[in-house]
């Protein structure tokens, strides 16, 4: 306990007031005030979220300015700003630049242009934005490259988002992407410190983007498209199923606005990197239209045969340049007539031949999924008939997962094997491609199956292959593919369970689905880091012992049945009856009974579907 004197002078200390916020608290408009201590070098704020407390912007004079200024003076000072530098060197800075207080003052009407100029707001510093986007093209860029690597990288560097309000958005839909894949523990690379970086809620980059995004005017930018177009990744990532369907609707809306699908449409001005950016982005979102489609049960908003874009060239992006285009570029075939006719000229030379290869399947899966439909309408609606039916279309589903198995294994071997993680991305780009082609093959084979009416064998043969196949790439391909990777597992659960319904199902049948549910269950214990997956292996081999027990109800009830037949068949051998009334017991007395027990098996069946149909709890999730 402090003496009264020594507290009478302590209390007589008065705290040294604050003449000039920090750059942090000047940013946000909060008060600035003294952390207090003599150890201590910054304000509160700063010390308490751990944020570096500097004093780099010029301080504006107060009062009135004069009315004469030197422009040329004005100008220098402001290019030579230390709020103007972005480098590597500097990453902790946390404050963007601003551009009102950089400009000179001027003529009435150049003030009021800038009163209304856009300014960025302060989301994160430029060295937490720098590794955000690095991380993009390590874990992100081999299965949705929608950015030349080179360009992007170099106007991120230079922070050329701070004063372009679609680059701020789509940069900030990058973040919010790579951000939640950290969350869920998609970087397996030592060398990354995600302290840092975690430390900021992917919430914030996400409304942030969206703020952007809603503040503009509806525009076909590209920028903008990408944006959407990342956001709705980012909802699959996150649990938000609703939100992936907004943003890939708008996304498609802007594609009819600026005729995405037509490349004969684009602006003639575009370079060549903004050329190979569009086609990119155009076959990722195809991909991932059809992908939707097939997991959730959606509509099909891009068809192929309707789309004019040309496949991106298969040349790494440091070979494409908007001031020279090289002589491999010029002799490259520009258009892919139909799917999987380029097969044969797939290139190990460039890891984008093998992500081509990927669009390939996807559209023919396109038309496998349309078959599938068709099959299940017919089956619920034998009188439903096309107004134009397509009688010149002979192909059958077998030939065509045979022809593609072909394609398949005539691939070069570095997009058929998934070795280690070397956490060098030139070559992992090679092992992304393996693990998509083997998740998207297997994917297209049990498409093309059901839509033919195989057996359940047929089908449980083919998932079986699913889950070797997966179970054979290393766990850290896995985690970066992250969420969208449990769904694909979904829609393949989706597919083999929908035989259940389709055919009478026996004991067999269901003792080779248990198999295969143990083992999807097995492969999903290897994910349970990714948190959407948390219990799901569980929860399977928890409907793995109902269906164990829907086995034995089904046993009892056949013999209860049984029973029931030899008791009748006993009571029409000891007494003479009429034929009419002999003929009539059986249908009176057994077949209420049989009715009852399918009654049973049908109210258990779609418990038993669940899991088959989507074996994970994928909620609204908002973190």
């Known amino acids: 306990m402090p003496t009264g004197s020594t507290a009478r002078t302590n209390s007589k200390v008065k705290r040294r007031r604050v003449t000039q916020a920090c750059d942090y608290c000047h940013e946000r408009s909060i008060k600035c005030a003294s952390a207090g201590g003599s150890d201590v070098k910054s304000c509160q704020n700063c010390h308490d979220f751990g944020h570096a407390c500097t004093y780099n912007r010029t301080p504006r004079r107060r009062g009135v300015p004069p009315r004469a200024v030197n422009l040329e003076t004005s100008r220098t000072d402001a290019t030579t700003s230390p709020t103007t530098s972005f480098s590597r060197t500097q990453p902790t800075s946390p404050v963007a630049p601003k551009a009102t207080s950089q400009m000179p003052v001027c003529s009435p009407v150049q003030n009021q242009n800038l009163e209304n100029a856009w300014v960025a707001p302060f989301i994160a510093s430029q060295g937490v934005i ?59 690379n030592p060398h990354w410190d995600l302290s840092t970086i975690q430390a900021i809620s992917p919430r914030i980059f996400d409304a942030a983007a969206k703020n952007q995004l809603a503040d503009q005017t509806p525009n076909t930018g590209l920028n903008t498209m990408r944006a959407h177009a990342l956001l709705a990744v980012a909802s699959i990532q996150n649990g938000k199923i609703e939100d992936l369907h907004f943003h890939l609707g708008t996304y498609h809306t802007l594609v009819a606005m600026g005729a995405l699908h ?132 002979t192909t059958t589903e077998a030939s065509v997962g045979e022809r593609v198995l072909q394609k398949y294994h005539n691939l070069p071997v570095c997009y058929k094997e998934t070795p280690v993680m070397t956490f060098e991305p030139e070559k992992d780009r090679y092992a992304f491609q393996a693990a998509n082609i083997t998740g998207s093959l297997q994917l297209l084979r049990m498409v093309l199956l059901a839509a033919g009416g195989a057996s359940i064998d047929a089908r449980c043969v083919v998932a079986r292959e699913v889950m070797d196949a997966f179970m054979s790439v290393p766990l850290s391909y896995l985690l970066a593919i992250s969420t969208p990777l449990l769904h694909h597992l979904g829609g393949i659960g989706a597919i083999l369970g929908s035989v259940i319904v389709e055919k009478s199902v026996g004991e067999a049948e269901y003792r080779t689905v248990q198999s295969i549910l143990l083992s999807m269950a097995q492969l999903l214990e290897n994910l349970e880091m990714i948190p959407r997956s948390s219990g799901a292996s569980q929860n399977l081999r928890d409907r793995v012992a109902r269906i164990e027990q829907h086995i034995e109800l089904q046993r009892s009830l056949s013999v209860s049945q049984t029973e029931l037949m030899h008791q009748v068949q006993s009571q029409t051998d000891a007494f003479v009856i009429d034929t009419n009334t002999a003929k009539g017991l059986p249908y009176t007395q057994v077949t209420p009974v049989m009715d009852q027990n399918q009654a049973v098996l049908q109210m258990e069946m779609p418990d038993l579907l669940g899991p088959l149909a989507w074996p994970l709890d994928f909620g609204q999730h908002g973190n």
């Open 262 to 393: 037509d490349e004969s449409n684009w602006p003639k001005y575009i370079g060549n990197i903004e050329r190979e950016e569009r086609r990119r982005l155009f076959w990722s979102m195809y991909t991932l239209d059809i992908y939707v489609a097939v997991v959730w049960g959606g509509i099909i908003r891009c068809r192929e045969k309707q789309s004019n874009v040309s496949y991106p060239l298969e040349m790494c992006d440091d070979m494409i340049s908007d001031r020279s285009m090289s002589q491999p570029m010029l002799e490259q075939p520009i258009f892919v007539p139909t799917a999987c006719d380029h097969s044969s000229h797939i290139s190990p030379d460039c890891w984008l031949s093998g992500w081509n290869f990927i669009t390939d399947i996807y559209r023919i899966l396109e038309h496998a999924l349309t078959r599938l439909r068709e099959f299940r309408r017919n089956s619920l609606y034998p009188m439903s008939r096309d107004i134009f039916d397509d009688q010149m279309s």
């Open 130 to 188: 720098v590794d955000l986007v690095e991380l993009y093209f390590e874990i992100i860029y081999p299965i949705f490259p929608f950015f030349h690597q080179q360009s992007f990288t170099r106007r991120i560097s230079r922070a050329d988002y701070v004063n372009d309000k679609s680059l701020f958005a789509v940069t900030m839909a990058v973040c919010s992407l790579v951000s939640s894949r950290v969350r869920d523990g998609a970087v397996s």
